[in-house]
């Protein structure tokens, strides 16, 4: 069945240093691929998304690149801020009527200043 | 902007109380979701529906239940509450049909505890 693996957390990094968060998919077909974002207290925000395959979802300086060669779609920031701090889910939709999204377990980050 | 409104922020019950949770998305989406979030668990989906009294169970709909009798109004319905359901209760919407790419939009979370 459909499925999506993400690295396990916490990741913890000095403001600054370069992020890498890894997504991979398990699903038949083209799905379209998202990261979303949790701030502490609040509920999730779609970060960025991809819809077909080498398209590259970028928002806030964060971006992800659908790789179908590999099923993967990691998500990577240059250079991070004390704000970034959250926790982040990957996940993937088939684009069915239902509507129904396969999330990874989250990634908890940490920037230190 | 997509507006999604869950009824509370933070809720405490009583150990064999029924407990209603609501859900309001004010942008006309035929989709509604209810999941529970647990530390070192994710999100698992709990009931998903995809019109009006249209319902689907998720992974985890035991000791649930779900309502939904107009397009903008889903409710989630623990019959007999249980310690076991302490949890962070989040809802989400989303829009179906050609061009619809999945995305959800979610509402701020309920954080339920039961005594």
């Known amino acids: 069945g459909d499925s999506v693996t993400q690295m396990e957390g916490p990741v913890t990094l000095s403001e600054e240093a370069f992020l890498t968060i890894n997504c991979t998919y398990t699903?038949?077909?083209?799905?379209?691929l998202f990261w979303y974002v949790q701030y502490p207290g609040e509920g999730l925000q779609l970060l960025l998304k991809a819809t077909k395959a080498d398209d590259k979802g970028s928002n806030k300086g964060f971006e992800a690149t659908y790789r179908k060669e590999t099923t993967s779609f990691h998500l990577e920031k240059g250079s991070v801020q004390v704000s970034d701090s959250a926790v982040y889910f990957c996940a993937l939709g088939r684009g069915s009527t239902l509507g129904r999204l396969y999330f990874g377990r989250g990634t908890q980050l940490t920037v230190w200043p | 902007d997509v507006k999604v409104t869950q009824s509370s922020r933070y809720l405490v019950k009583r150990t064999g109380e029924k407990v209603f949770l609501e859900c309001v998305q004010d942008?006309?989406?035929?989709?509604m979701f209810w999941y529970r979030q647990d530390p070192g668990l994710g999100l698992r989906l709990i009931y998903f529906s995809y019109d009006v009294k249209m319902k689907e169970k998720g992974d985890i709909p035991e000791g649930y239940s779900v309502s939904r009798e107009k397009k903008e109004r889903f409710s989630l319905i623990l019959e007999s509450a249980s310690t076991n359901q302490t949890s962070m209760y989040l809802c989400a919407s989303s829009r179906t049909g050609w061009g619809s790419t999945d995305t959800q939009y979610f509402g701020p979370g309920t954080r339920l505890t039961v005594l």
């Open positions: 699903a038949t077909g083209y799905p379209s």
């Open positions: 942008m006309d989406h035929e989709n």
